[in-house]
C-alpha cells in the first residue's frame, strides 16, 4: 500500500501556495485505506473507528508513517543531477545534504585486499588471556575506544611502547550525539591509532586493539556501509604504513571491555574526556578530521524516529482518551515488543483482549448484549471485569496466590504490571488457565504451539 510513497505522498507540511483542505483530503483518504488493511492478532481487521486496534500493533499514526517512509528514502538516496521527488524531501525535512555522510554504491575493486589482519577471540577468557601474549611481545600496542558521554561523542587512541613509561595519546571530539554515533567514534578511534603508529620508526608486530567488535569486523567489508568513508580513510593509513615500513604488520585485535585491563581501560578514559570538548591539538590529527565530520545518516534515521514514536504517543493518547488505564501506556510497552513477536497466536489475542477489555467476561458481554448480566459468575458479588477477575474476586484467591503471588510478589497485584511486563506473562496465563474462566474461547492459554480445533478433532479420529 505505501510502496513508493516517497514518490507519490507528500509529508504533512503546509509549504508556500498550498492547499490544506486537499492536502489534508488526500492524506484521509490514503489513511483509512492503510488502517482498513492493517490485519490483527485476532483475525479481524482495524479500521478508522477502531485506532486502538492500530495502536497495540505498534504501527505509527498514518501521518506520521509517511513521514517515517520518506524520511528514511532521502536518507538513503539522493538525487543530485536533476529535479525529482527526493528533492522535494530535502526541504520538507530541511536536511543539509552538503553537511550529511555520503555513502557510495561501490567501494573496491573487486581483487581489493585489506592491508591488515585482524584477531577476534571466541570469548571474554580467550581475549584476556591473548591479551597477556600481547603485552609480553615487543611490538607496539595501540588501543582505541569511542564514548557517549554528556551528549557528547568521541573517540581516543593510546599507545604504550615496551620499556617506556607512560603513553601517547591521540583524542577527538565528534560532536553532538545527535549527529554522531559510537560505533563512528570506534572507527575513529582506529583511525587516531594508525596516526599514533605514523611517528613511530619501527612497527614489527604493532596492534590496535579495540573492544568494539563491530568496528573491527567492518575493517574487511567490501560492500557500502554507513560510515565507510572512515574505513576507507583507515585502509589508506595503513597502506600509507605499509610503504613507509617495509615489514610492518599492523593487527587489528578484540580485547573485552571493562575487564580491568590497563590498555583499555585508560583508552576508555581519554575517549570520555574527548566525548566533553577535549581534542587534540589540530594539526596532531588526520586531515579527514581536521575539518570536522559530516553528520551520520544512520543517526539521522535513530534521531528522527524517536522524535515520531514521541509524537506518536501523544497523538494516541489524544485520541484515544477513553481507554482502560492498562491500554494508554504504550502500546506494546517497549520491554515488552521481543515477547510479543514471540509469543503464540493465542496468548497475544487473550492479552490484547484484556489490554482493551474487550475480552469475553460478563462486563463485556453485557455491554454487547450477549449476557443479561454483568455480575461475575463465580463470586456474584460484582460486575466482573479485567480487573475484578485478574485480582479481586474471591472465587478465584487460591489460583491468584498459588500463579501471581507466588512468583511476581507485590507486583502481582498490580494490573498494569500484569498487563504490562514480559515477566508477568507466563505467571499470567498460567493463572487465566487455572481458573478456566477463557478456556470455552480460548482453550488452554498456556499453550506454547497454534493449535486448532479441526486439527485436534482429525487426531481423535485417527
Not at 63 to 76: G, N, Q, S, Y
Not at 241 to 260: N, S, Y
Request: net charge positive; proline share 6%.
Amino acid at each position: 500500500m505505501l510502496y513508493a510513497a516517497d514518490v507519490f505522498l507528500t509529508p504533512v507540511r503546509m509549504l508556500p501556495g498550498q492547499e490544506a483542505t486537499w492536502l489534508c483530503r488526500r492524506n484521509q483518504t490514503a489513511r483509512e485505506s492503510t488502517e482498513t488493511s492493517t490485519p490483527h492478532h485476532d483475525g479481524r481487521h482495524a479500521n478508522h473507528r477502531d485506532r486502538h486496534h492500530v495502536r497495540h500493533a505498534n504501527l505509527l499514526p498514518f501521518t506520521l508513517l509517511v513521514d517515517k517512509i520518506c524520511h528514511r528514502a532521502i536518507t538513503r538516496k539522493f538525487v543530485a543531477d536533476h529535479r525529482s521527488a527526493l528533492t522535494e524531501l530535502v526541504f520538507a525535512y530541511n536536511i543539509h545534504i552538503e553537511a550529511t555522510e555520503t555513502i557510495l554504491p561501490i567501494r573496491f575493486h573487486p581483487r581489493w585486499k585489506p592491508p591488515h589482519s585482524i584477531d577476534i577471540a571466541t570469548d571474554k577468557e580467550e581475549a584476556t588471556r591473548d591479551e597477556g601474549d600481547w603485552c609480553r611481545r615487543p611490538g607496539i600496542r595501540v588501543y582505541s575506544d569511542g564514548s557517549d558521554v554528556d551528549g557528547g561523542v568521541g573517540a581516543a587512541a593510546v599507545l604504550f611502547k615496551p620499556g617506556n613509561p607512560g603513553y601517547k595519546v591521540l583524542r577527538f571530539h565528534l560532536g553532538s550525539s545527535d549527529d554522531h554515533s559510537v560505533y563512528e567514534a570506534e572507527v575513529v578511534g582506529l583511525l587516531l591509532g594508525t596516526e599514533l603508529l605514523k611517528t613511530e620508526r619501527s612497527l614489527e608486530g604493532a596492534s590496535i586493539a579495540a573492544d568494539n567488535k563491530s568496528s573491527i569486523q567492518a575493517t574487511k567489508l567490501r560492500r557500502p556501509a554507513p560510515a565507510h568513508y572512515l574505513l576507507d580513510s583507515l585502509h589508506k593509513h595503513l597502506r600509507a604504513l605499509g610503504r613507509k615500513h617495509h615489514e610492518a604488520k599492523v593487527t587489528i585485535r578484540w580485547v573485552p571491555g571493562h575487564m580491568d585491563l590497563e590498555g583499555n581501560e585508560t583508552a576508555d578514559l581519554e575517549a570520555k574526556r574527548a566525548a566533553r570538548g577535549d581534542s587534540s591539538p589540530i594539526e596532531d590529527l588526520p586531515d579527514i578530521l581536521r575539518d570536522g565530520l559530516p553528520r551520520s545518516a544512520t543517526k539521522m534515521r535513530q534521531v528522527f524516529l524517536t522524535d515520531l514514536q514521541g509524537k506518536a504517543k501523544t497523538t494516541w493518547n489524544s485520541s484515544l482518551p477513553n481507554l482502560s488505564p492498562a491500554s494508554t501506556r504504550d502500546s506494546p510497552p517497549g520491554n515488552m515488543k521481543n515477547s510479543l513477536e514471540k509469543m503464540p497466536r493465542r496468548q497475544a489475542n487473550i492479552l490484547f483482549q484484556l489490554r482493551t477489555e474487550h475480552v469475553p467476561l460478563q462486563k463485556h458481554l453485557h455491554r454487547i448484549r450477549r449476557a443479561e448480566s454483568p455480575i461475575c459468575p463465580a463470586c456474584h458479588a460484582a460486575p466482573e471485569t479485567v480487573h475484578h477477575f485478574l485480582l479481586t474476586c474471591p472465587a478465584h484467591a487460591h489460583h491468584r496466590w498459588a500463579h501471581l503471588d507466588r512468583a511476581l510478589g507485590h507486583a502481582g497485584r498490580s494490573l498494569s504490571c500484569l498487563l504490562n511486563t514480559s515477566t508477568a506473562m507466563k505467571p499470567l496465563f498460567s493463572f487465566i488457565n487455572a481458573t478456566g474462566r477463557l478456556s470455552e474461547t480460548f482453550g488452554n492459554a498456556t499453550a506454547g504451539k497454534r493449535t486448532n480445533r479441526q486439527t485436534t478433532q482429525r487426531s481423535a479420529h485417527h
